[in-house]
């Protein structure tokens, strides 16, 4: 419709300058008319449809997919090579998801984008192309951008994917308006760099992952007058730099509006405010959705299993690193996998994995916590959140609904490194003073009211001159040790895809790695994207007879692959809902989500799923330890457990529950329940309390 009256337009200015009658106002108006037609076809037609973007192996996988067992991925490495995990095309091959964990099969990548891939030599002498060390979201956007270029991949974790930073974030997309504030006041172009670097990849999460994403406003109360216009010109240089990126457009707010938007707000010397927009993550299930679409893509990932030691060998002079000592955390067997290079993506335990390579080498990072607490949903509007920009010691905290709940955080102060550290009490008691400084008085802000507390670890690269980790920048720091040692250390849960990016980039170029293609991560949707819409929960409700709140959970929790997880789901023998028992009566939890993630998501502890499988641990901790013997009892069948192993879990799962602001004392009290009482707990027989 626009092209031919450009062109016409265009033909028409051209005629009319060769005739020298013609007016030259006419012609000045045929090229003005032409430019503003070229510029309006430019602005409808040059913006990004991601829907457009078409990439030759980006394919959802079949309905009933299951990737490759622990024991099958266990060979692969051991073997170097991914061939044994092909399908074969067998009937039980594909409807493996039906059957449970120790009586499956699974296979990758998957057929519909087997041709993209390189065909696998059975046994290589050089192993993979890559072994990654670290499951969280670095590590796993690695995989992601390795396995998608053809490289042959392989990733393990220590603990669980996500299980320590990756987990604990603040659960935002975000550039970081304090970061920008930062950068303006100190003439920092790092911090300014860091800021534009996360918001140029903040709208990619809502293509590639929409059903785990989505944009959030943010109300920035002010109390002074001019803090309204000194807001809205930060924010109004917020979404300049994001340009087209942006989530939505900043705007100034009256008093009442303000209370408006968020009525539990302190009305008191009130001025007005201003709204800004960022993005908000399930992180950990984001985090496992990387995880599943590398593999999806033909990598070897694996949870559970630990780096003891990197192997070496020696050409000349040169000594150069050609794979790991592997232990399976489970088992204990040991076993050596070989690769061309080894990448070091362990976020805070960077410099461990450092020093198995050079004990002498110089320490790069300083590890910062950040605590945050979980409050009843009521505290806060379902579609608002809220930052809090001058708190009693200068820093900031965000007041965020989340997952039907409230987050407030996040503290900023120097910590040890630790696999699961505890939130101080001190930390938990300065954020509840913070919240009720903002809330009006009818909000009664108690300690009883915190349902759950952690504290994560932020990878923060050290800078010898800074004084207080609060001036330290979490922009990424990629580094290749003599030995060939890459590390990537730093960073944050926004930019993980272009740190990923970076860093495959590097890998190539040091270990001379021969990619069947570019990055094309921007492009590539994660696991459960492919049929996903907002509406889709609709869907999920009259097929199965789910409760609204069960529907719309899985849908947000698992897109597309909701309709699998639906498909094990055990009827309840009610009236209504038909299908989907629940795990506790408060949140929408359901025993199938239990044997999905044994069956296709690698849960193999029972910490697995109450805190990165479903998010109970971070929502509710009664809830959460009530249900931990029925979830215990589900994986037992899945994952064929003796008595003993159950009760081995039963002990491990209430102490992780110490990491989630569970009293000491009452760990140490229920610890000592044996499985066989605890189980009575939902039945109302005997209480956890």
């Given amino acids: 419709m626009f092209r031919p ?71 692969a490495l051991k073997n170097g090579t991914t061939g044994g995990l092909r399908s074969d095309g067998s009937l039980r091959s594909r409807q493996s998801l039906l059957l449970p964990e120790h009586q499956a099969v699974g296979h990758s990548p998957i057929p519909e984008v087997e041709h993209a891939y390189a065909n696998p030599e059975e046994k290589d002498k050089d192993g993979f192309d890559l072994l990654i060390i670290g499951g969280g979201a670095t590590g796993a956007g690695i995989a992601v951008d390795a396995a998608t270029r053809g490289l042959k991949t392989a990733l393990v974790e220590r603990d669980d994917f996500g299980a320590a930073t990756s987990s604990k974030s603040t659960k935002l997309v975000h550039g970081g308006v304090r970061y920008l504030e930062k950068a303006v006041k100190q003439l920092d172009y790092d911090q300014y760099k860091m800021v534009r670097e996360a918001l140029a990849e903040r709208k990619t999460f809502l293509h590639i992952a929409p059903y785990l994403t989505n944009p959030l406003p943010i109300l920035i109360p002010a109390y002074s007058w001019w803090k309204v216009p ?82 070496k060998a020696s050409t000349g002079d040169k000594t150069r690193i050609v794979g790991a000592r592997i232990r399976d955390t489970l088992t204990g067997e040991e076993f050596d996998v070989k690769a061309k290079g080894v990448i070091n993506a362990t976020g805070p335990f960077s410099d461990a994995v450092r020093k198995m390579d050079d004990p002498s080498v110089q320490e790069i990072v300083a590890p910062s916590s950040g605590v945050h607490v979980t409050f009843p949903g009521y505290f806060s509007p379902r579609a ?13 905290i965000f007041f965020l609904p989340w997952q039907n709940a409230t987050i407030a955080g996040t503290t900023d102060i120097a910590a040890k490194v630790e696999p699961h550290p505890t939130p101080g009490e001190k930390e938990i008691e300065w954020i509840l003073d913070e919240v009720r400084n903002y809330l009006n008085p009818d909000v009664t802000v108690k300690r009883s009211d915190v349902l759950s507390a952690w504290s994560g670890l932020r990878p923060l690269v050290k800078d010898p001159t800074a004084k207080d980790t609060q001036s330290l920048v979490r922009n990424h720091m990629i580094n290749v040790s003599p030995n060939g040692l890459l590390t990537i250390a730093g960073g944050k849960w926004t930019t993980y895809r272009e740190m990923a990016e970076e860093t495959v980039n590097e890998a190539i170029k040091v270990f001379q790695l021969e990619p069947l293609r570019g990055c094309v991560t921007r492009h590539v949707r994660l696991i459960g994207s492919h049929s996903w819409s907002p509406t889709m929960y609709v869907r999920l409700l009259q097929e199965f007879g789910l409760d609204m709140d069960v ?22 023998g009610m ?114 309390q």
């Fill in 384 to 396: 608002m959140g809220l930052l809090d920009p001058a708190t009693s010691d200068g820093r900031v």
């Fill in 551 to 572: 529907a719309q959970h899985l849908s947000n929790s698992y897109g597309d692959r909701a309709w699998s997880l639906c498909a094990i789901a055990e009827p309840t």
């Fill in 575 to 688: 009236r209504y809902p038909l299908s989907g028992v629940r795990l506790d009566a408060q949140l929408p939890y359901i025993e199938a989500e239990v044997r999905y993630a044994a069956r296709a998501e690698y849960a193999t502890k029972v910490t697995d799923f109450i805190a990165r499988r479903s998010r109970m641990s971070f929502l509710n901790c009664d809830a959460t330890i009530e249900a931990l013997p029925r979830v215990i009892d589900i994986m037992g069948e899945e994952l064929d457990w003796s008595e003993t192993r159950k009760q081995s879990e039963f002990v491990e799962g209430i102490h992780f529950m110490l990491s989630m602001g569970v009293e000491p004392s009452r760990i140490e009290e229920l610890s000592k329940v044996p499985l066989v009482e605890a189980r009575r707990w939902r039945d109302g027989v005997a209480s956890p």
């Fill in 5 to 75: 009256t450009v062109c016409r337009l265009s033909q028409q200015a051209s005629t009319a300058s060769r005739k020298p009658q013609f007016g030259r106002g006419r012609l000045a108006l045929l090229i003005a008319a032409g430019a503003t037609s070229a510029i309006a076809v430019y602005a409808l037609t040059s913006r990004r449809n991601w829907d457009d973007v078409g990439v030759s192996h980006d394919f959802p996988p079949s309905q009933f997919w299951r990737p490759p067992t622990r024991t099958q991925m266990i060979e």
């Fill in 230 to 311: 000194y807001y809205f010109a930060g924010t109004k240089l917020y979404d300049l730099i994001a340009g087209s990126e942006n989530m939505g457009n900043s705007y100034m707010v009256s008093r009442a509006k303000a209370l408006e938007l968020f009525p539990m707000l302190r009305s008191h010397n009130l001025a007005g405010g201003v709204v800004y927009y960022d993005g908000q993550q399930n992180d950990t299930r984001m985090n496992i959705a990387l995880a599943l679409t590398s593999i999806l893509h033909g990598a070897v990932a694996l949870n559970h299993t630990e780096v003891v030691a990197l192997n």
